[in-house]
């Protein structure tokens, strides 16, 4: 069964530092989503993704995050300058369509990012 | 009822019995709803969905109910199994994005 992929599964970077967290998503399915999770809570969204342009942000998204689809089966998230509350797991997710007959979204198994 | 943070509602059964685990959702608007599983240091793992236009749902010893009158769903597990243990969410759709109940632990004792 087809899966999503993220690289790396654990993270650690410096307060200020950029991190470049990458996703590779179901290869037939058109839209894109980045979630958070920090340690013991619920499943944030952060942004979703289609035809090479933002659909939809989070408050969480703020001008500290970009996203870009830079080839045909990558999807990366950028946080340019880390923060210690970016301390989470980060989980990419795929869907084939947000309307249509196949709704489901399908997440990866995260990237663990730790803000020292 | 929902909790958040460390404090998540959490649900023991015994192995072999049904488990019932309940989500109120707050947008009267959603018209798909899914439930995930979640496993310690592993992202959500799709286990069914409904669409708004039907009550019942059911898949291989799971099956979903929707209340739309009182906004709640619940996931029922049939002959839980060690292997069920798992912290499940609920999620409603709001168009581009999924919106996240906070949980609830699944513990099955042997």
């Known amino acids: 069964e087809p899966e999503v992929t993220q690289t790396p599964s654990h993270q650690v970077t410096q307060m200020g530092q950029e991190v470049i967290l990458r996703c590779v998503p179901i290869s037939n399915h058109l839209y894109f989503y980045w979630y958070r999770q920090i340690l013991g809570q619920k499943v944030e969204f952060l942004v979703s993704?289609?035809?090479?342009?933002?659909?939809?942000k989070s408050e969480i998204f703020d001008d500290q995050f970009s996203v870009e689809r830079p080839d045909g089966s990558n999807f990366t998230l950028k946080i340019r300058s880390t923060k210690l509350e970016d301390s989470a797991m980060y989980f990419c997710?795929?869907?084939?369509?947000?309307?249509?007959?196949?709704?489901?979204?399908?997440f990866g198994p995260g990237t663990r990012l730790t803000v020292l | 009822g929902e909790s958040v943070g460390l404090h998540l509602p959490t649900l023991s059964v015994q192995e072999g019995d049904n488990s019932i685990i309940n989500c109120a959702y707050s947008n009267s608007a959603s018209d798909y709803f899914i439930w995930y599983k979640q496993e310690s240091g592993k992202g959500p793992q799709f286990i069914i969905d409904?669409?708004?236009?039907?009550d019942k749902r059911q898949g291989q010893r799971v099956t979903v109910l929707l209340n739309k009158t009182v906004k709640h769903l619940s996931l029922q597990i049939a002959a839980t199994q060690p292997g069920d243990s798992a912290v499940y969410f609920c999620a409603e759709t709001d168009v581009n994005k999924l919106v996240f109940g906070a949980g609830t632990i699944l513990r099955v004792k042997s």
């Open positions: 997710a795929s869907s084939y369509s947000p309307t249509g007959g196949d709704r489901r979204q399908y």
């Open positions: 409904i669409r708004s236009n039907m």
């Open positions: 993704f289609y035809n090479n342009e933002i659909s939809e």
